[in-house]
Structures are given as structure tokens and as C-alpha cells.
Nanobody, 122 residues
Framework: EAQLVESGGGSVQAGGSLRLSCTAF????????IGWFRHAPGKEREGVSC????????EYADSVKGRFTVSRDFAKNTLYLQMNSLKPEDTAVYSC???????????????WGKGTLVNVSS
């Protein structure tokens, strides 16, 4: 069964850092486009980043550019989201999702993880 599992969430103070992991089980990332999303209470789900399998390009939401970085470990079938200079407005449940295709439209992602909570205090 294809499954995505996120880890690495927690509570930090503003200005701190966290690294989230997204590991695939039951399939390999090689052909998949993988997105990180976040969902804060009372807000719409927001795309954070999108890693395209085809050409390896990575896109970031304007709100996280320069602070968040995506990297990938092929051997571990894992995608990481390094989050630096965290702000209280980054507080949300962060989820990863994957599909075979272009971009990271929420409605086309085939596999979703359950998410990991990031809480940033001021």
C-alpha cells in the first residue's frame, strides 16, 4: 500500500528552525512530483513547495522563499523541508503529497500523508 509519512514537527520559538521529513512507503519518489502543504486553523490549505520529478525544479510559495529549502535523499526515499527563521504565522499542520504529473495542484495529488504539527511561538 502506498503511504507517505511525515515527521519532524514540534514547537519552536520565532526565529528557530525545524526540518520536516516525508518518507514514501510502497512506492519510490523517482517518478513523482511531491508537494509540501500546510493547513492553519481557520485558513485554506496552502501550497508551500513543489518538487518536480521530471526536471528536479523546486518552487516555493512567496511566503516561505528564502527561509524554507527542500532537499531529497534518494536512498531513503525521503523528501525534507528545512524551515529556518520560523514565524508565528508558519504555525500549521504540514503535509506532503505526491502524484505523477506537473505541478502540485491540491486536487490532483494522489497520495497524502497525515501531517505533522508545527507550532511557532512569539
Amino acid at each position: 500500500e502506498a503511504q507517505l509519512v511525515e515527521s519532524g514537527g514540534g514547537s519552536v520559538q520565532a526565529g528557530g528552525s525545524l526540518r520536516l521529513s516525508c518518507t514514501a512507503f510502497g512506492f519510490t519518489f523517482d517518478d513523482y512530483t511531491i508537494g509540501w502543504f500546510r493547513h492553519a486553523p481557520g485558513k485554506e490549505r496552502e501550497g508551500v513547495s513543489c518538487f518536480s520529478a521530471g526536471d528536479g525544479t523546486i518552487e516555493y510559495a512567496d511566503s516561505v522563499k528564502g527561509r524554507f529549502t527542500v532537499s531529497r535523499d534518494f536512498a531513503k526515499n525521503t523528501l525534507y523541508l528545512q524551515m529556518n527563521s520560523l514565524k508565528p504565522e508558519d504555525t500549521a499542520v504540514y503535509s506532503c503529497a505526491a502524484h505523477i504529473g506537473l505541478g502540485c495542484p491540491t486536487n490532483l495529488m494522489d497520495h497524502w500523508g497525515k501531517g505533522t504539527l508545527v507550532n511557532v511561538s512569539s
